[in-house]
């Protein structure tokens, strides 16, 4: 994951909703976010996710929807 970073987090997935712009721009696909989701949170599904954000430091943090 290649990013070229502002030094703001960027939110990529916003209500559920991806942002492809944001994602297009920092260079992160489904896959990135997918894989710190598993990875944090336990999370397979991008139906899973309320919100993604790209922090500055590259890590992607994910906040699970809640059923």
């Known amino acids: 994951m290649e990013q070229v970073l502002?030094?703001?987090p960027v939110?990529?997935?916003e209500k559920g909703?991806?942002?492809r712009d944001r994602m297009e721009k920092e260079r992160v696909d489904?896959?990135?976010i997918l894989a710190s989701a598993r990875e944090s949170r336990g999370i397979s599904r991008l139906d899973?996710?309320?919100y993604a954000i790209l922090e500055t430091s590259?890590?992607?943090t994910v906040v699970p929807r809640h059923a």
């Open 48 to 50: 899973e996710i309320e």
């Open 17 to 19: 909703r991806l942002h």
């Open 30 to 32: 489904e896959a990135d």
């Open 58 to 60: 590259g890590a992607i």
């Open 11 to 13: 939110v990529l997935i």
């Open 6 to 8: 502002d030094g703001v």
